[in-house]
């Protein structure tokens, strides 16, 4: 990674433009050199300030408290979310021949909701979890540890277990695992 490239991380880190894996990756860089980390420590300082650089705006009478219902309105909607299925977005998943939609990310417990398809035949490669991991068969089949899992089958793997499942072409399963899972 060149300077020009670093510098830019930088930037976008002290203004929280970027994921926040992408932002640890990027502390955990700057803890590594005290010059990275003195000029994250700048540019988080510079973008603190500059919302008071302006002069303060006069704001139309209720706008305040309009803002603050549809914040409100915001929150209360997250209560409840439902997808239909025309409206899942299918996209490559990180291991070839498959896809997903996801359904979920919760960044607080680390845990994403997901749905995946095969579209070939995959050998998933062996990945550790990180906590519990459950999937429920919903179409063809998935082999893991030797057992063939069809449509309406349930599989529970406990944090800290290793397994490499193979994926049939046409299965779909949902499932619900960490973030931090590692491959092997």
Excluded at 21 to 50: F, N, Y
Excluded at 108 to 116: H, M, P, Q, T, V
Aim: hydrophobic content about 40%.
């Amino acid at each position: 990674m060149n300077q020009e490239e670093i510098n830019n991380l930088l930037a976008l880190t002290a203004i929280d433009a970027i994921t926040p894996d992408e932002i640890q990756s990027v502390e955990e860089l700057a803890s590594s050199s005290p010059e990275i980390e003195k000029e994250l420590r700048s540019l988080r300082d510079t973008a603190a300030t500059l919302a008071y650089t302006e002069p303060s705006l006069d704001v139309p009478a209720g706008l305040k408290q309009r803002l603050f219902k549809r914040i409100q309105q915001e929150t209360e909607a997250r209560d409840f979310v439902a997808l239909r299925s025309g409206e899942l977005q299918w996209k490559p998943h990180p291991v070839k021949g498959l896809m997903m939609a996801v359904l979920k990310v919760d960044r607080e417990n680390r845990e994403i909701s997901a749905l995946i398809r095969a579209e070939v035949t995959v050998d998933y490669p062996s990945h550790r979890h990180a906590t519990g991991e459950e999937i429920f068969m919903l179409e063809g089949e998935l082999i893991d540890r030797g057992v063939t899992y069809k449509a309406g089958d349930y599989l529970y793997s406990k944090a800290g277990s290793v397994h490499t499942p193979v994926a049939i072409a046409g299965c779909m399963f949902f499932v619900k695992t960490s973030l931090d899972d590692n491959f092997l």
